[in-house]
């Protein structure tokens, strides 16, 4: 079992940028951030293999970076140019395989989310 901690959300203006962090208590090949906005369902917004290979979800690319520091089993997401309609509980996801790293329903291990708010 692969615990997940979740931290860095919080409140900007439009924008702004965050920077939100995940610790992991052990290895898995891919880790991905995973939103779900009120009223919606979940959405991959990006994913990262072990051998950092990265996926992106089309509203994100070119504003989200995300990364990976092996030594520290800890997942990493760069938000900048944030915009209201990322408004959204962001979760650390985590698992051994998956041929599609954006889509939710292949990850085993969820951390407890970490809420981004953001406002025009």
């Known amino acids: 079992q692969v615990q997940l901690v979740e931290s860095g959300g919080g409140s900007v203006q439009a924008g702004g940028s965050l920077r939100l962090s995940c610790a992991a208590s052990g290895y898995t090949y891919f880790m991905a951030w995973i939103r779900q906005a009120p009223g919606k369902g979940r959405e991959g917004v990006a994913a990262?293999?072990?051998?950092?290979?990265?996926s992106y979800a089309d509203s994100v690319k070119g504003r989200f970076t995300i990364s990976k520091d092996n030594t520290k089993n800890t997942l990493y997401l760069q938000m900048n140019s944030l915009k209201p309609e990322d408004t959204a509980m962001y979760y650390c996801?985590?698992?051994?395989?998956?041929?599609?790293?954006?889509?939710?329903?292949?990850?085993?291990?969820w951390g407890q989310g970490t809420q981004v708010t953001v406002s025009s």
């Open positions: 990262i293999d072990s051998d950092g290979r990265t």
């Open positions: 996801a985590a698992g051994h395989f998956t041929i599609a790293p954006l889509s939710p329903n292949t990850y085993n291990y």
